[in-house]
């Protein structure tokens, strides 16, 4: 027998008596929910979803003063949207409307102690509620929820829709950036009055009702990505400029009917079940509402600095190891840490994929990521890339999101925490979630060797352990450090010897400056390809040659600052690669005259420290890994009058577009070679 539905005069009846009797807000949204809200009902209704039902009246006791410094520019704005969006009103009912208008703002300023400003929406977001009819005070209590629970802070709103667009659709996103169509140019316009802006009055009322029936304040970022996505086409295959092109973006709601709307919301909860749940937990109160600081448990600003993609947390990837094969949600979890991390302890189901041999052997990482991508084809899954969760670890982490995002490969996004909140968080039920050899001692020593701790064992004159000396209890079991440390150290060599295996490899190298030759220092540059090739590396490991983690302070600049210097001739972002093997995010600015080395310093965004400051005139070799031509090396020194060549440094690098970035510094050296004749 089939299922029996309900008239529409029952369900009507049934919501009189919901609204009738004492409120129970779950019932009436659940009873709402795939209706269309009665005209006559709206208002009461809206009221209900947005909490406001029955509040007092907060202007009764304002003096009704219009005296703000702006209020012609909110008069302006008032009158101004209701002859656009009340253009089927007599005129007289436009001019109260607008009063009306005018004096909710104003009161609002006063009492928030905010400033209006012509482009913030709140006009368009007022129309809706007065044209149901509401009273100035319900129409104020709405307004004043509405800002606060469902329209989105400007900054956030943008990077947070990119990873958006880039979970769903990658290629479209990298056309946007490509083109520079900058995503606040219209996005912005969308949000800030849940698109008020840019569709017909009837369509806003239709979109609201589900907008508030369902109680997402996310669902204007998917609704959002479902008008880019299915704009595709128009949006790449145009011959627009860029100007016209922004402009047809910005107006792509505008072809939005009433009877769309549900599609339309479908489809935005279509890729709502495909997006990673814990997004709405994480970034709720970075986006919504008036409070400055984040609720408990969700994450901080940096999060849009730090991370390339969407990141998904630890939670949801173990609770994702329930799902069934039919859930439109499941990831395939792609362990980027060492094969011998991923081998003491992993999430069940991983696998792993090696990330050195991105530089040592970057076929076999090739063929193994597509082995990779294979399956999650094969599978339907999501990928989630997974590291230590300690940052200069998790620097091949980043680069192996970035090789996928650039391949446009769909839904990438990456396990927040890593290993270590994994470890962590699931001490109760570690033997379901994680499987390897030893997950205790990998949690451990993978702490130990990324922290490059200096201890070490030896043994006293009665046989006891020690460890920087302090010796341990006789007839003690020797503790955990002292159980490890022999493993760090051991650990220690082998990574050490693999960096110097990879650093060493020798190629056929392409002179850039040799003794031999007669001609002057400039002509040495004439004809030499813009990348070279490489020779085994000199041993020249002091202090000068490369910078290591204990380097001592170094003068802070701010970068931004720096790199607007009349005597700067470029820039590149890229990462210094030490001689322990760990990368810093680094900028190579160069100068007629220098090559200065600025490194980010992690905790002041957009500064920097100067880690180097080199004459162009000494560098006197610039090699790069044939496997990898990415990774240059710049070796400093000088040459004698006999032609003999004296190193006293050399620093590496991983700079993308390096084959660009190396002309660039050529150029610069062989113009200031000249200079110095």
């Known amino acids: 027998p089939g299922v029996a539905v309900m008239s529409d005069d029952r369900w009507r009846e049934e919501l009189e008596t919901l609204l009738s009797g004492s409120l129970d807000l779950e019932r009436v949204r659940g009873h709402c929910k795939g209706h269309e809200l009665p005209e006559e009902k709206r208002g009461d209704l809206w009221k209900v979803f947005l909490g406001v039902s029955g509040k007092p009246d907060s202007l009764s006791g304002w003096d009704e003063r219009l005296n703000l410094g702006n209020q012609s520019d ?15 009103w007599e005129e007289s009912d436009r001019q109260r409307v607008a009063m009306e208008m005018e004096l909710v703002i104003t009161y609002y300023c006063k009492a928030r102690a905010v400033s209006f400003t012509p482009d ?26 509405l800002l606060s629970r469902f329209i989105p802070r400007q900054q ?24 520079k169509l900058q995503i606040e140019k219209y996005l912005i316009k969308w949000t800030r009055s849940l698109f008020v802006s840019t569709c017909a009055r009837k369509v806003v009322m239709t979109m609201w009702d589900i907008y508030f029936v369902q109680s997402d304040p996310f669902l204007v970022f998917y609704l959002a990505l479902v008008i880019l996505i299915n704009a595709k086409e128009t949006i790449m295959e145009g011959e627009q400029s860029r100007e ?9 709601p505008c072809q939005l009917a009433a009877e769309d709307v549900d599609d339309f919301c479908a489809l935005a909860d279509y890729y709502i079940a495909r997006t990673p749940q814990s997004l709405k937990q994480d970034f709720k109160s970075l986006i919504f509402g008036y409070s400055l600081l984040p609720s408990p448990g969700s994450l901080s600003d940096d999060i849009f600095t730090q991370s390339l993609c969407l990141s998904v947390s630890i939670s949801e990837l173990v609770q994702s190891l329930d799902r069934q094969a039919d859930d439109p ?3 395939l979890v792609v362990d980027c840490r060492p094969p011998d991390q991923y081998e003491c302890g992993h999430l069940v189901g991983a696998r792993s994929l090696d990330p050195t041999l991105m530089l040592e052997s970057p076929s076999e990482f090739s063929s193994a990521l597509d082995e990779i991508l294979a399956v999650r084809q094969q599978a339907g899954e999501h990928l989630c890339c997974f590291g230590s969760g300690r940052n200069k670890e998790d620097q091949f982490v980043n680069m192996i999101i970035a090789r996928l995002l650039q391949q446009n490969v769909k839904y990438i996004c990456v396990a927040r925490g890593g290993y270590s909140t994994l470890y962590s968080s699931s ?5 379901l979630i994680i499987e390897g050899s030893d997950p205790k001692m990998h949690a451990h020593c993978g702490v130990s060797a990324a922290s490059s701790l200096a201890a070490t064992t030896s043994e006293d ?54 003794s031999s030759d007669k001609a002057s220092k400039s002509s040495l540059y004439r004809g030499v390809k813009p990348v070279f090739s490489i020779d085994d590396e000199d041993d020249l490991e002091d202090a000068s040659a490369s910078s290591s983690e204990d380097e001592p302070k170094h003068e802070a600049i701010n970068l931004d600052t720096w790199k607007k210097r009349t005597d700067v001739v470029q820039s590149f972002p890229c990462n210094e690669i030490t001689l322990t093997g760990s990368m810093y995010p680094t900028h190579l600015l160069l100068t007629k005259t220098h090559m200065f080395i600025l490194r980010e310093i992690s905790n002041r965004r957009g500064w920097a420290s100067i880690q180097d400051r080199q004459l162009l005139t000494s560098v006197v070799k610039i090699t790069s890994k044939k496997k990898h031509p990415d990774v240059i090396t710049f070796k400093f020194g000088s040459v004698s009058d006999d032609g003999v060549t004296s190193l006293t440094g050399r620093r590496r690098f991983l700079i993308p577009k390096a084959q660009k970035a190396t002309k660039v510094v050529k150029d610069a050296i062989m113009r200031a070679l000249d200079d110095d004749i």
């Open 74 to 88: 909110i008069h302006s704005a008032c009158y101004e949207e209701c002859e656009r969006l009340l253009v089927e």
């Open 120 to 145: 913030c929406g709140w006009a368009e977001l007022l129309v809706p509620f007065f044209s149901l009819g509401m009273s100035r005070h319900d129409t104020y209590n709405c307004f004043y929820a």
């Open 156 to 179: 956030p709103t943008v990077q947070l829709f990119r990873w958006l667009l880039l979970y769903h659709e990658p290629e479209l996103c990298s056309f946007l950036d490509t083109r």
């Open 244 to 252: 016209e092109l922004m402009e047809t973006i910005s107006e792509f």
């Open 329 to 331: 949600l499941r990831y």
């Open 427 to 431: 001490l109760e039920q570690m033997s």
């Open 461 to 514: 004159e009665s046989g006891r352990e020690s460890v920087d000396g302090v010796v341990a209890a006789p007839g003690k079991k020797p503790s955990l450090v002292f159980r490890l440390s022999s493993v760090i150290r051991d650990k220690s060599s082998v990574v050490k010897a693999k960096i110097n295996k990879w650093m060493a490899e020798a190629e056929k190298e392409e002179r850039h400056v040799s």
